[in-house]
């Protein structure tokens, strides 16, 4: 009994000393970070002197703060109900024609797929140039829209560059889904007389709907997380049109003359609520039990 005791030990002080230094690291950044930032979020800190407990006063000023109430929060559930089901269809239609056998299915698979490997910052960039007043979009159109200098037209512009740019992940993984559903299937289904509306509807779309789910939940992550195309194209203007959650943690953070950290902290754990409340309810409204 005593053998068979030591041997356990030696296998756990064994599995835990190979595991230490990635469970340092998720401690320390992760663990710890997270209830740091918790802790801020209920502190002033300016990072020039020690933080100051003040309780609720982070939350309850973000009730009342006109930036965050006005712009982020609109900004940022107009951008997600936007680009996520945007994303979302396009990229299953796509899935859908690459899954054909056609011509050339490789090079169209790797052509929507060089967007997403791209720098973001990059292609935004290239953006900003491509959307100049006299910039080639303007020249191709013959208009002489400030795109990006517009508070009408800077946020929809900045969303048509994120669908571009994110199609192509969504559809390697909605492409990845379709071939592991089962041939057989199609094959019960065809010799029943079942068309392709009707082999989309009760076969296709519910066995795809984990991957949906995942996709989706993806894309509402991301979008509600969307900084870098708004930091390299807009920071936030023109007038906070574009002023996102995200990039306003960034301002109170980084950008003010004095560093509001613990309302930046408040902000993040506002903005990680959020995402856990429309994760769950698109779970209950699109992972259901599959029958087929």
């Known amino acids: 009994m005593a053998r068979k005791w030591r041997r356990r030990l030696g296998e756990w002080i064994a599995a835990y000393v190979l595991l230490s230094p990635y469970l340092f690291v998720f401690l320390v950044f992760n663990v710890f970070a997270i209830a740091y930032a918790l802790y801020l979020s209920f502190t002033y800190f300016d990072l020039f002197s020690p933080p100051r407990w003040i309780g609720l006063g982070n939350y309850l000023y973000l009730l009342q703060d006109r930036l965050f109430l006005q712009k982020a929060v609109p900004n940022t559930l107009k951008y997600v109900a936007v680009v996520v089901p945007t994303q979302t269809i396009i990229s299953l239609l796509l899935a859908f024609a690459l ?66 740019s994110t199609t192509g992940t969504m559809m390697v993984i909605f492409l990845a889904g379709l071939q592991d559903i089962p041939v057989t299937y199609y094959e019960a289904a ?27 939940t993806m894309g509402v992550i991301g979008c509600f997380q969307v900084f870098d195309q708004i930091y390299v194209m807009t920071a936030g203007g023109p007038l906070d049109s574009t002023t996102t959650i995200a990039y306003l943690i960034y301002k109170w953070a980084f950008q003010s003359t004095t560093p509001f950290m613990g309302r930046a902290s408040a902000v993040a754990f506002v903005l990680a609520a959020m995402i856990l409340v429309v994760t769950v309810i698109q779970r209950r409204l699109i992972e259901r039990p599959t029958e087929v």
Do not use: C
Not at 116 to 124: A, D, G, H, N, P
Not at 128 to 151: A, E, M, R
Not at 152 to 160: K, Q
Not at 190 to 203: E, S, T, Y
């Open 190 to 216: 065809m010799i029943d007389g079942a068309n392709r509306w009707q082999m989309l509807r009760h076969i296709t779309i519910p066995l795809l709907r984990p991957v949906i789910f995942f996709v989706v």
């Open 99 to 164: 899954d054909q056998e056609i011509k050339f299915r490789r090079f169209f698979r790797t052509l929507f797929y060089v967007p997403s490997v791209t720098s973001s910052v990059v292609i935004s960039l290239i953006f900003l140039w491509l959307f100049k007043k006299t910039g080639v979009i303007n020249q191709i159109l013959g208009l002489s829209i400030d795109w990006l200098n517009s508070p009408v037209f800077a946020l929809p512009t900045i969303m048509m560059v994120n669908i571009w």
